[in-house]
């Protein structure tokens, strides 16, 4: 069982940017594959980035060179640094942990830290 707990959202002018967080705890984070997933109202969820339990990292085609995601095995922390933030950025953003790997595929979430771009 994995308790997911994301920070940093707010609200910040097209330009600008915004670091979130997530603290992992409840099991061994290094075996789980790390994600950010956003959501805006009527739309499904998308995913943001990922970094997995190898450490290999996926973007998303609309974020690459603007975000950047990042973890620490010993703070059991994943980050998601946002720059050159677009008002089509603001979502509801969340952290997504499957694992542990290799064994395992369950997913868990947390609950989510809006992220608004607006001047």
């Known amino acids: 069982q994995v308790q997911l707990v994301e920070s940093g959202g707010g609200l910040v002018q097209p330009g600008g940017s915004l670091r979130l967080s997530c603290a992992a705890s409840?099991?061994?984070?290094?075996?789980?594959?790390m994600g950010w997933y956003r959501q805006v109202p009527g739309k499904q969820r998308e995913l943001v980035a990922c970094i997995f339990s190898i450490g290999s990292i996926n973007y998303a085609d609309s974020v690459k060179g603007r975000f950047t995601i990042s973890r620490d095995n010993v703070e059991n922390t994943v980050s998601l640094q946002m720059n050159s933030l677009k008002p089509e950025d603001t979502a509801v953003y969340y952290c997504?942990?499957?694992?542990?790997?290799?064994?395992?595929?369950?997913?868990?979430w947390g609950q989510g830290t809006q992220v608004t771009v607006s001047p």
């Open positions: 997504k942990a499957r694992g542990p790997r290799p064994i395992s595929k369950t997913e868990y």
């Open positions: 409840g099991s061994i984070f290094s075996l789980y594959d």
